[in-house]
C-alpha cells in the first residue's frame, strides 16, 4: 500500500513537471514567434525608409501599413477599426497631413498579419472605404502602385478611384481614374472614365498577394501586374483629381460598390515614371511583401 501510496504521489510530481515544462516551452515559442514577427516588421519598416519611393521626384501620395506614423497608437491592433491611414509622402512635407478619413461605421480592419505575415488593412466588400482629399492634380501623366490581395469578388468593385469633387466624381469623365476595377472575376480593369484607355490584366485570383501598377504617359496607358506588362490603351488629355477613394468605386459623388480583400499600399506620382523608377519601386514591393516581380 505504502509504495502504491508512493508511486502515486511521484506520478503526480512528475505530472507537475511535466505541465510546467509544457507550459515553459508554450511561452518560449510564442514568445519566438512574437519575436520573429518584430523582427519581420522592422526589416518591413526599414525597407520602406531607404526605399527607391524616396527618391523618385512627383511622389504625390504614399500610404502604407508597416510605420508607426501611418496609424494613430490605439488603432494600430489587431482586428481594430480604423478611421484614420495617414499619408506618408516623404518629398513633400506640406502633404504629410493628408490622411485618408473614413465615414461613420464604414471603416476598414487592421489586421496585424496580413500580407506577408505583416500589418494590413481588410475591406468587408459590403460598404468599406477610405475617401481622402487631395491637393488637385492636373496632370496627364499619372503612376499609380498598389498592393493588395482579394478575398472574394465583388462584380465592378475598384481597389481605388481618383476623381474629380466639382465634376461629380463618378469616374464617368475624362479627368478620372478608376484603378483595378474587377467588371469580371479573372480580370482587372485600368481605365480612364469617359474615354476609355482602358488596359487589362487576368487576375491571380482570391487570396493571392499581388503588385498591380498603372501609368498614363500622356498618350499610352500600361497596366503592369507583378511586373508583366498589359496592352497599350491610348489616353490624351489632364486628370484633373482632388480625391482618391480607396477600397471602392464612385456613383453620384458617393463611394458604391467596396471591394474585398487587404490593401497594404498605394503609391502615387503625377508623371509617368521610367523603366528604371517602376522597376524600382516594383523591387521594394516584391522584398517588402514577398511577392515575385518579372
Ligand atoms: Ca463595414
Sequence with gaps: MKTIKQQSAFSLIELSVVILIIGILVIGISQGSR??????????????????????????????????????????????????????????????????????????????????????????????????????????????????KRSAWVSRATTASFTNVADGGDGFTPTTFVFSSEASAATFVSERGGVGAITTQPHPGNNKPYILASIFNGTNNILYLNGSASTTGITSGNFLIDRVVVGSRIAGNNPNISWNGDISEIIVFDKALSVAERKGVEAYLSQKYGIKVN
Excluded: H
Design 35 to 148: 519575436i520573429i514577427k518584430e523582427a519581420k516588421l522592422k526589416t518591413a519598416q526599414q525597407l520602406t525608409t531607404s526605399s527607391a519611393v524616396n527618391s523618385i521626384s512627383g511622389l504625390r501620395l504614399w500610404a502604407e501599413t508597416s510605420l508607426e506614423k501611418s496609424f494613430d497608437a490605439n488603432e494600430a491592433i489587431n482586428g481594430t477599426i480604423i478611421t484614420s491611414w495617414y499619408n506618408t509622402n516623404t518629398q513633400d512635407v506640406n502633404l504629410n497631413g493628408t490622411r485618408f478619413q473614413s465615414v461613420s461605421d464604414r471603416r476598414p480592419i487592421y489586421i496585424n498579419a496580413g500580407i506577408n505575415g505583416l500589418p494590413t488593412l481588410r475591406f468587408d466588400g459590403i460598404d468599406d472605404y477610405l475617401l481622402s482629399s487631395l491637393p488637385l492634380m492636373a496632370t496627364d501623366q499619372l503612376t499609380v502602385f498598389m498592393v493588395c
